[in-house]
């Protein structure tokens, strides 16, 4: 058949090729309707309609459920429960359709995320209903498994069986990150222990000592949002933002988007964040350790591991990296460093503040922000005293005193207690930098103790092997190194057996 | 019907297990995705296998939807998948279906003919891009900006792709294709 050139125009083309596949679009709706237990309505009920606003809150009692340990937030979503209450009344009158006994096939959705990242939706009788991959390693697990209409234990066990088989999990790699969203919170509770309690029992079986991590996922749309622009999992999303909670790591939600599932996990589980049923740890056998850490940060610091008190180490995350955060006391100042697990090279140095304890993290934390915010100006403050020939007192208006440690005149970092007093005469009390009080505490403690760093700006590229070296330089500290290594290998097995443990 | 008006609530009623929200979903896309399944497999047998399989996930898999106001890219991407399956499976027909037989003929008017001869000629001569993008701007009423994010291709290849297939179906459908066909054997 042929037509003329004149009659086809791209209007008539596009026309005909639209007629023609409404024409032959099979009507399949029925059949449908029955496949997935769609119970028939007449023809003429209307498909309801009150406000998008209010139908989307109204099917979302999960998300209206209130937080009771955050008051505010429970009164924002008392209100958004009230108008969820108020749209399903509507519904009731307006709609035809009952909430009550409303129940669809999709119960709950187990989230499995290794790297390769799988969701499977369930339901009521704990059976795949569907199973759908969230990234492009969790395509290659998928598409040789048959996983519908299996019991979610069962299918569970295959996934984590596929990704061993594919090399997904490891030894070393040996972290599931296990999540469970539903709308009964209690029986998503149920199902996530239930899950949690059988995977391990199937891991320990193979020669992977398995970490599993699980949490019971409470999904909002903000939630949901984040999870969808970042193409990650909703398991994968909820642990971020717990994370990311944290008060030492607040804000660093798109640094935490660059870990790995082990990361994430040994960062949540390092925090005690699980909001489910957890077994293992994770393998961290690649990582300089806790020792490794302090030492290399002890090195920074220019101190030995006896000068040290209230010794708190602990993982962190900082640029997208795995660290440790280091924490002490030395010589009434507190030191913080950051470590790159890794490498063991110190990531953030010249924390240094006087009067703050080091067991309290968030005293750590704000320190460290301190330093960080005062870097410029400290850096001024160390030019001027080198420009006046100073003896190093600064001169802060704060209080605050630091030191880079990479400069040419490490020197002295703080003041002594007579000099903060002198230069900050209108210190408040409270001030934990400049308070009169801390200052007398310094003096008591030490009194010509100074807050100092050494010039380690050679070494700041070392590893961590390399950096007893530069700890001390006298002979008693040479003897004190020898003793701290032992003492630090003592320290490194019994962490070894208790993770083992 | 616009697919870009799509009412991204709808999912999030069928999350519910809503079937009346189920119905409303299918009555505005179901041509949508059968033509676009058509496009990619070009055996309605196929298609049509697939447009059930694509229904069915789409309703147990709305509770993993997330709402970012692009309900009908996250459709599409379902059939998509199910089709490449299907063909990496080995599980489809060879035969491009021929809309035009007899039966057919016979017993529809002649603009369904035209119509039927247009859509023939655009499973035979295009290619698998040149397919979908036509099935897409005239079935979905998409933007050919909304179908480059959906292909996820640049706005250029898309439009060059969609005047390449028009001309190409220009030229068949008024019988130059065939007197070239025939020049060059010749």
Known sequence: MTYNRDEINEEIIMKSLANAIQDSTPDILQSLRAELNIESRSADTPVM?????????????VKAKADTSQRQKARVRSTAYKVAS??????????????????????????????PGIELTIDKNEKVISAVAVNEDGQHILSDLRIEKRNVNSACDE????????????????????????????KGRE??????????????????????????????????????????????????????????????????????????????????LSTGTSYGTPNTSKYVGTDGALIAALEAAGLSKEEAENVKVNFSCENGSIVYSVGFDANSCIYGFNVDALTGMVMLHDSVIPGVSAESPAGIADAINDLISNEHSLSQNKADQNTSGASGNTDSGSGNTGNSGTGSDPGKIAGDAEDITDTDPDDKPGDISGDTEDIEDIDDADEDKECTLPDNSDKAEGSSSDKND?????????????????????????EKASDNN | MHAADLDENLIILMAQGDGDAFTEFYNQTASIVYGFALSILRNKQDAEDVMHDAFIKAYTSAVTYRPMGKPIAWLLTIVKNLCYNRIRSGRIFEDIDDYQDAAVSETQDQDTVTDRAVLQQALKILDADERQIVTLYSVSGLKHREIAEIMEMPMGTVLSKYNRALAKMRKELTGDGDRNRKGVKK
């Open chain 1, 191 to 272: 199902i996530e222990r239930e899950i949690s309690d059988n995977l391990n029992g199937f891991l320990e079986d193979s020669e992977i000592s398995p970490a599993i991590f699980g949490q019971y996922v409470e999904a909002d749309d903000e939630l949901d949002k984040f999870a969808g622009t970042h193409g990650i999992s909703i398991g994968k999303a909820w642990l971020i933002r717990k994370l990311s909670d944290e008060e030492d790591l607040s804000g660093t939600a798109d640094s935490l988007l660059g870990l790995t599932t082990q990361e994430l996990v040994l960062l949540g589980q390092d925090r005690a």
């Open chain 1, 86 to 115: 108020c749209a399903a009344a509507l519904i009731v009158i307006f709609g035809g359709v009952s909430l009550v006994n409303r129940t669809g096939p999709a119960f709950a959705v187990v989230g499995l995320d290794v790297n």
């Open chain 1, 470 to 494: 530069g700890i001390s330089s006298d002979s008693d500290k040479e003897d004190s190194n020898k003793e701290k290594t032992n003492k630090e290998s003592e320290d490194k097995d019994k």
């Open chain 1, 49 to 61: 309609t009150v406000s998008e606003t209010d139908r989307a809150d109204a099917y979302r009692p």
């Open chain 1, 159 to 186: 996934v984590v069986e596929a990704m061993m088989d594919e090399g997904y999990l490891t030894d070393t790699s040996n972290s599931v990150l296990l999540s469970v969203r539903a709308d009964d919170p209690d």
